[in-house]
């Protein structure tokens, strides 16, 4: 009798050892070896999350256009931008002005909480704005005004071809899309 219950127990120990040898044969990257669609879908998938996340995070990369940023930046530079940062004085931002439907690339010249002096005129029928902050010279051609909370004045490197705040006023927080932190 004790020599059939050794018998089943070395049939026993052997069968777990060869499980155990089968499993230890089978490994991750034999299973996806063996079945190559299985692999294609996985990084598929991965793939579709990566691009998701990278379009959706904190970064964008943005193409620049037209000649308001010349020349530190020209038509077709790339720039990398990040959501996430608050823009401050002499920073590079991406905006979207009220009305527009293209994004564009411009640099914060007042930050909420500045004073300036603003003269303002008509021109082709446009109101149009001029800001200065040397008060004893411009003080007696314009009216002081402190930015509000969510207000930015943005200007162009290139004044002569720039559609900023001189022609369509203030900005607000909810308007600019982030801070250009890298030209690529």
């Not at 294609?40 to 990369?61: D, G, K, P, W």
């Amino acid at each position: 009798m004790w020599l059939k219950n050794l018998q089943s127990l070395n049939i026993y120990e052997s069968s777990t050892l060869n499980i155990i040898r089968i499993y230890n044969k089978m490994t991750m990257f034999t299973i996806i070896k063996r079945n190559r669609k299985l692999l294609f879908v996985l990084l598929f998938i991965f793939t579709i999350l990566l691009c998701y996340y990278a379009y959706f995070s904190r970064y964008q990369i943005v193409f620049i256009t037209g000649p308001s940023m010349e020349p530190s930046f020209v038509t077709g530079d790339k720039s990398l931008v990040d959501r996430s940062l608050s823009p401050s004085r002499g920073d590079v931002i991406l905006l979207r002005f009220p009305g527009e439907s293209v994004d564009s690339v411009k640099r914060v010249g007042y930050v909420p909480g500045d004073t300036v002096i603003i003269n303002t005129w008509v021109s082709e029928g446009r109101l149009m704005f001029n800001f200065f902050e040397n008060k004893t010279i411009y003080e007696k051609y314009g009216f002081h005004y402190t930015l509000y909370p969510d207000e930015y004045i943005v200007l162009g490197d290139n004044p002569s071809n720039s559609f900023d705040s001189r022609f369509c006023g203030f900005v607000s927080r909810a308007d600019i899309k982030g801070v250009v932190i890298n030209k690529l």
